[in-house]
């Protein structure tokens, strides 16, 4: 099992450390904060680049958690919560990512998630410091409401700046030019 959950942490924590570093400095084809900006705001999230500093950030550190199994259920939190958000955007699109879906974001938030609940294995910081028998049910839902809270909270406040923003596109629309 240590070794299965050390894979697991490896592929899940380094796909998102990936994932943070197209935000955060342009790599494997990412745009950076100022190209990934634009994207964010018409997601809601203004502004953009703050924003995008704020995801990579948190996705960056939370990965590092789960590759280092440092912390792991607060890792898992830090991962699951932005990827949540991040699903949100997509899920006007249905669950397939062939779709525009929210597929792999769902993916990537249950392997974190499950990661708050097992601990990250023997093979790890946490496991050098005694910690990981702590880790079972507890330590999951206590992972699982530290990452709904702020997630939530971020997915009702971009979908109320998405709604503003488009009635006052559609307002600026009917109003006759001078």
Partial sequence: MNTGLLLLRGVVGGLILGHASQKAFGLFGGGGPEGTAPMFEKWGFVPGKSMVKLAATTESVGSGMLLL???????????????????????????????????????????????????????????????T????????????????????????????NRAEAEAEEANEETVPAN
């Avoid at 699109?93 to 062939?98: H, I, Q, T, V």
């Avoid at 597929?103 to 938030?109: F, G, H, I, Q, T």
């Avoid at 028998?133 to 109320?160: E, H, N």
């Fill in 133 to 160: 028998k702590r880790y079972g049910v507890a330590s999951g839902l206590a992972s699982l409401a530290l990452a709904a809270v702020p997630a939530t909270a971020f997915i009702v406040w971009s979908q109320r």
């Fill in 69 to 131: 199994g440092a912390g792991t259920p607060l890792g898992a939190a830090m991962v699951s919560g932005t990827l949540a958000v991040a699903a949100s955007v997509n899920a006007k699109n249905g669950l397939w990512a062939m779709k525009g879906g929210y597929e792999l974001p769902l993916l990537y938030a249950a392997g974190a998630g499950v990661l708050g609940f097992t601990g990250p294995g023997e093979y790890s910081v946490d496991g050098a410091l005694g910690l």
